[in-house]
């Protein structure tokens, strides 16, 4: 393991023990996985491969069966270590406050101080482009909006490593690719590590450093992939040459992985 | 803190568990005697004896009668006309908007307020009960058909079209059976609430049926008697209960 | 998608509806289409009404409703609250306890009023243990309820803030349950005075429904007008107002 190693996932697996009649579920693993510092990391995969459990395991949501993950150099039990923060699929945000006291809820429950609440709520306003919404609710606002506001109540925590399992899911894909540039001007202006799931491989290729595939169920990485592309890049990166070929070889692999899914669970 | 999924309960079988919660109330129930005393409560079993010894005497079915007729009669009303009104109601856009919060301030007033009116309107005896039995019983009918009917989903009516039915075929093969587990939901309550309010008409200003056999047997203290129609109307509300629930939930598995 | 002229016209037609009732009963009841005995005009009725608000011994039987239903309503909600969490706290309890909250509003409540009154004698206890029995067990399903559908990722939420215990329930999961909470008070609040009032009404020695009863059994038409329509006006502004305040509420959360 090399000093450059921000996060390190080594042999995890999860399984989840035998329930009534049924037997232990070998949900992922094993899986080994290294990110740097600053690094954007997709992961792809078919449905119910395990990716979002992964994603639990990297938080300290849930603990894996064996192996284990360092976040920055201490191993990750039990909690959510500090400087980690998480974007879920669902949404998130909180319809009896505002926009501003959404934010504001993690830096108030830490007790931090009023004057440095407003600075920083502030800023993360600014970057998210929400200044104008800060004092609509929640359920004023679009659905894309209210991924925003879990976006700035995120990151008005400055976490070092930004988890984000499908975030843009439930929105149209137009608002996705714009939502996907935002990502990208938020990773440069904090300098985070991201991980990020997504369903749509055009997506995973026009916003990573790399991409990892993954099998079906139990999940493990088949493939990384690394699209080289250069660190202040946009959505405009699908005219580049590149970008076709490295879409089709995830889909290349993926394909197959889809169907063994699908066989392997032709109930919903 | 540390968040797990909370783990399948182990499965004991529903009629366990249903035998652990009857025993659970006869526990309490004794335990209750022992507490109130013998002059205040009989315990389970003397009241199940009891029970037995009145269910032979010509006194009780007589008023068991007298019950059954004025809650029938308040059922037949209110569960027809109910679904029906409720129905109008929910097609007819205004009339459901001017109607709801009249039907909803109906459901939450104290409606046994009103008896007096009605006994003076219907006079004492079975026409006035039966009116307050229906007045009880045809609010959550309405409120709920109503609902049931608005709740449709609007991709059904264009099914509908599109298949070119005529707007009555539309509403008996496809409208109703989706707005069905709602309606039925409703008469349920309605059943419920139907019963309440015949019984509190005859504990009120009545010379015959249960409820006036309850309030008399509290005159002279008879705490037998109380207990046993007390256990009586309970055990019958709460198996009718039980059954219309179990058609319901049958409804609702369908769609 | 519902406000605008929608609403409003459905305001008027209603107001309408209920001018022309009551104008119907006035005329019917003065020209003696509807006899007195049977009913005096609504106009009288309002003036009973007020004259009724001089009365000392009404004044006392309105203290006495009012102040049955506030404490079963109180003991309601506090018992029905922790009943609630109770059960969402051990699902086994909850699955037993299933079919008894299932059936108990079928069971017509007020069938124990005369094992009440043997227990604790002719009072203001057995109408208040109805109040509180009739209220409970609502706030108790919906707090339930509230808390079943608490979405599952804010519970993550929570532990990416790292919240205590204390703090996940006080900021995320009340406020989260909270219209649920609500609904659960609006239906204990009209549930106790339908238990504390009907109860009176059938057998007591004091409030409002006792009030009714009696002056009907004595012939008073007035104040058993009088009083029958203070009850209403009384249910139906707590009932407004709490809708009212409801809808200010829910409007915020865009109906989450």
């Known amino acids: 393991m090399n000093n450059g190693t921000f996060v390190a996932v080594d042999g995890v697996t999860r399984v989840f023990p035998a329930r009534a009649g049924m037997r232990d579920v070998h949900a992922l693993g094993?899986?080994?996985?290294?990110?740097?510092?600053?690094?954007?990391?997709?992961?792809?995969?078919?449905?119910?491969?395990?990716?979002?459990?992964?994603?639990?395991?990297?938080?300290?949501?849930?603990?894996?069966?064996?192996?284990?993950?360092?976040?920055?150099?201490?191993?990750?039990?039990?909690?959510?270590?500090?400087?980690?923060?998480?974007?879920?699929?669902?949404?998130?945000s909180f319809p009896w406050l505002t926009v501003r006291d959404n934010i504001a809820f993690g830096l108030r429950r830490e007790g931090v101080d009023g004057r440095t609440i407003e600075r920083r709520v502030a800023d993360s306003l600014a970057l998210t482009g929400l200044r104008a919404f800060a004092d609509a609710y929640p359920g004023q606002l679009s659905g894309g909006m209210r991924q925003r506001v879990c976006i700035a109540r995120t990151l008005v925590l400055e976490p070092r490593l930004i988890l984000l399992d499908e975030p843009f899911g439930a929105l149209d894909?137009?608002?996705?690719?714009?939502?996907?540039?935002?990502?990208?001007?938020?990773?440069?202006?904090?300098?985070?590590?991201?991980?990020?799931?997504?369903?749509?491989?055009?997506?995973?290729?026009?916003?990573?450093?790399?991409?990892?595939?993954?099998?079906?169920?139990?999940?493990?990485?088949?493939?990384?992939?690394?699209?080289?592309?250069?660190?202040?890049?946009?959505?405009?990166?699908?005219?580049?040459?590149?970008?076709?070929?490295?879409?089709?070889?995830?889909?290349?692999?993926?394909?197959?992985?889809?169907?063994?899914?699908?066989?392997?669970?032709?109930?919903? | 803190m540390k968040i797990e999924r909370v783990a399948a309960v182990s499965p004991l079988s529903r009629a366990g568990e249903v035998a652990i919660l009857v025993g659970f109330l006869i526990v309490a129930w004794q335990l209750l005697h022992y507490l109130a005393g013998d002059i205040a409560m009989t315990t389970p079993l003397q009241t199940f004896r009891y029970t037995a010894r009145l269910l032979v005497t010509q006194d009780f079915w007589v008023n068991a009668a007298a019950s059954?007729?004025?809650?029938?009669?308040?059922?037949?009303?209110?569960?027809?006309?109910?679904?029906?009104?409720?129905?109008?109601?929910?097609?007819?856009?205004?009339?459901?908007?001017?109607?709801?919060?009249?039907?909803?301030?109906?459901?939450?007033?104290?409606?046994?307020?009103?008896?007096?009116?009605?006994?003076?309107?219907?006079?004492?005896?079975?026409?006035?009960?039966?009116?307050?039995?229906?007045?009880?019983?045809?609010?959550?009918?309405?409120?709920?058909?109503?609902?049931?009917?608005?709740?449709?989903?609007?991709?059904?009516?264009?099914?509908?079209?599109?298949?070119?039915l005529s707007t009555f075929?539309?509403?008996?093969?496809?409208?109703?059976?989706?707005?069905?587990?709602?309606?039925?939901?409703?008469?349920?309550?309605?059943?419920?609430?139907?019963?309440?309010?015949?019984?509190?008409?005859?504990?009120?200003?009545?010379?015959?049926?249960?409820?006036?056999?309850?309030?008399?047997?509290?005159?002279?203290?008879?705490?037998?008697?109380?207990?046993?129609?007390?256990?009586?109307l309970v055990a019958f509300a709460s198996i009718a209960n039980a059954i219309l629930m179990s058609f319901e939930r049958q409804l609702y598995r369908r769609t | 998608m519902k406000h605008g002229f929608g609403i409003r016209e459905a305001t008027l037609v209603r107001a309408a509806l209920l001018a022309v009732l009551v104008a119907v009963l006035e005329i019917a009841c003065r020209?003696?289409?509807?006899?007195?005995?049977?009913?005096?005009?609504?106009?009288e009725m309002v003036v009973s009404l007020v004259r009724l608000f001089q009365n000392r011994d009404v004044l006392a039987d309105a203290g006495q409703t009012l102040l049955s239903v506030f404490i079963a309503l109180a003991c309601a909600l506090v018992a029905g609250f922790a009943m609630g969490v109770a059960l969402y706290a051990f699902p086994r309890a909850r699955r037993i306890a299933d079919p008894l909250l299932t059936t108990y509003y079928s069971v017509p409540v007020f069938v124990f009023y005369p094992l009440l009154i043997v227990l604790f004698g002719l009072n203001a206890i057995p109408k208040t243990v109805i109040g509180f029995l009739y209220a409970v067990v609502v706030m108790a399903i919906n707090t339930l309820n509230g808390l079943e559908r608490v979405p599952f990722v804010y519970w993550k939420t929570a532990q990416v803030h790292h919240l205590s215990r204390m703090q996940t329930a006080l900021?995320?999961?009340?406020?989260?349950?909270?219209?649920?909470?609500?609904?659960?008070?609006?239906?204990?609040?009209?549930?106790?005075?339908?238990?504390?009032?009907?109860?009176?009404?059938?057998?007591?020695?004091?409030?409002?429904?006792?009030?009714?009863?009696?002056?009907?059994?004595?012939?008073?038409?007035?104040?058993?007008?009088?009083?029958?329509l203070f009850v209403l006006v009384i249910v139906v502004c707590i009932n407004m107002a709490l809708y009212a305040w409801e809808r200010v509420l829910m409007e915020r959360r865009g109906g989450r």
């Open chain 1, 30 to 92: 094993p899986v080994d996985l290294a990110l740097s510092r600053r690094e954007f990391f997709a992961v792809v995969g078919p449905s119910g491969c395990g990716k979002s459990t992964l994603l639990e395991i990297i938080a300290g949501l849930q603990a894996p069966t064996s192996g284990h993950v360092l976040f920055d150099g201490t191993v990750v039990v039990g909690s959510v270590p500090r400087g980690i923060g998480v974007i879920f699929q669902e949404d998130a």
């Open chain 1, 173 to 268: 894909q137009q608002t996705r690719l714009l939502m996907g540039d935002e990502l990208l001007r938020l990773w440069r202006e904090t300098g985070a590590t991201i991980f990020l799931i997504t369903h749509a491989l055009d997506e995973a290729t026009m916003l990573s450093d790399r991409v990892g595939i993954m099998s079906a169920r139990p999940g493990r990485f088949l493939d990384v992939v690394t699209t080289g592309w250069p660190r202040d890049r946009d959505s405009k990166i699908v005219a580049a040459p590149e970008f076709g070929s490295i879409t089709s070889h995830l889909w290349s692999i993926l394909r197959d992985e889809s169907i063994k899914a699908i066989e392997a669970n032709p109930v919903a």
């Open chain 2, 68 to 164: 059954g007729q004025a809650f029938a009669g308040a059922l037949a009303i209110g569960l027809v006309a109910g679904p029906v009104i409720g129905i109008l109601f929910g097609f007819h856009r205004l009339s459901g908007e001017v109607a709801e919060p009249i039907l909803v301030a109906l459901y939450s007033i104290p409606k046994v307020i009103l008896y007096p009116i009605i006994l003076l309107v219907f006079g004492l005896g079975l026409a006035a009960e039966v009116a307050f039995g229906t007045l009880h019983g045809i609010v959550p009918v309405m409120l709920f058909t109503m609902n049931a009917v608005r709740n449709i989903k609007p991709v059904l009516v264009r099914t509908g079209r599109a298949l070119g």
């Open chain 2, 169 to 232: 075929a539309m509403m008996r093969t496809i409208l109703l059976p989706a707005a069905l587990p709602e309606i039925f939901t409703g008469l349920r309550i309605g059943f419920s609430v139907t019963l309440l309010g015949t019984i509190m008409s005859e504990m009120f200003g009545s010379k015959r049926g249960l409820g006036f056999l309850l309030m008399q047997a509290l005159g002279v203290n008879d705490v037998q008697m109380i207990m046993a129609l007390t256990l009586m």
């Open chain 3, 31 to 43: 020209t003696g289409l509807i006899q007195r005995f049977t009913m005096i005009p609504p106009s």
């Open chain 3, 171 to 228: 900021h995320l999961i009340l406020p989260c349950a909270g219209p649920y909470l609500f609904t659960g008070a609006k239906f204990a609040i009209a549930y106790a005075f339908v238990g504390v009032i009907g109860s009176e009404f059938i057998l007591s020695t004091g409030g409002l429904g006792y009030r009714v009863s009696f002056a009907y059994n004595n012939f008073q038409s007035d104040v058993m007008y009088g009083v029958i």
